[in-house]
């Protein structure tokens, strides 16, 4: 079985700064696409930031130039550095990843738990 695990989230003040990370554990034989989104209050889930196999990379406007979002192959883990935080940045945050666990299996979307990131002084 395979398991996101997200860590990082927490209480900053506006203007400050977050790491999120995004850990696959499991039998994953290969990951087409990461990505990161988050879900205010009320609000429906948005794309915050992709990351493509090859090292494209896909941004929400909002975010643009304040986020970034990386991954290291070796552990299996994905990052979004978050800066410059605004108070309409607080949501809880989800990693996905599009992957397959098999050489021969079919690639599958999984999703970690969310991790609350709240920005207020």
């Known amino acids: 079985q395979v398991q996101l695990v997200t860590s990082g989230g927490g209480l900053v003040q506006p203007g400050g700064s977050l790491r999120l990370a995004c850990a696959a554990f499991?039998?994953?034989?290969?990951?087409?696409?990461v990505g990161w989104y988050r879900q205010a209050p009320g609000k429906q889930r948005e794309l915050v930031a992709t990351?493509?196999?090859?090292?494209?990379?896909n941004y929400a406007d909002s975010v643009k130039g304040r986020f970034t979002i990386s991954n290291d192959n070796t552990q299996n883990t994905v990052y979004l550095q978050m800066n410059s935080l605004k108070p309409e940045d607080t949501a809880v945050y989800y990693c996905?990843?599009?992957?397959?666990?098999?050489?021969?299996?079919?690639?599958?979307?999984?999703w970690g738990q969310g991790t609350q990131v709240t920005v207020s002084s």
């Open positions: 996905n990843a599009d992957l397959k666990k098999h050489t021969y299996s079919a690639y599958e979307v999984y």
């Open positions: 499991g039998s994953i034989s290969s990951i087409r696409v």
């Open positions: 990351l493509f196999t090859g090292g494209y990379t």
